[in-house]
């Protein structure tokens, strides 16, 4: 689905919405979509600074694992 396509399907479903005369119908939907969307977990530019940070001091302390041995690790995930 393109861009165009999903704004015009956000459309209808606002239009459709703003005909609902019945508030449990609006509270089932409000309810259905605060439990179906997600969003990305945030961080403040601190706690992303201190994390890169310990990353860094993680990687120089050889806390870190070869590229081939992370692939290897992986194959076992499927």
């Not at 979509?33 to 601190?46: C, D, E, F, G, W």
């Amino acid at each position: 689905m393109n861009k165009n396509d999903l704004y015009i399907e956000k459309a209808k479903l606002i239009e459709s919405i703003v005909g609902v005369n019945d508030v449990n119908i609006i509270k089932k939907i409000q309810s259905f979509l605060r439990n179906s969307v997600s969003y990305p977990a945030a961080m403040s530019v601190n706690e992303l600074k201190e994390e890169v940070m310990q990353s860094v001091e993680d990687a120089k302390n050889g806390k870190g694992k070869a590229h081939e041995q992370l692939f290897k690790e992986a194959e076992e995930w499927k």
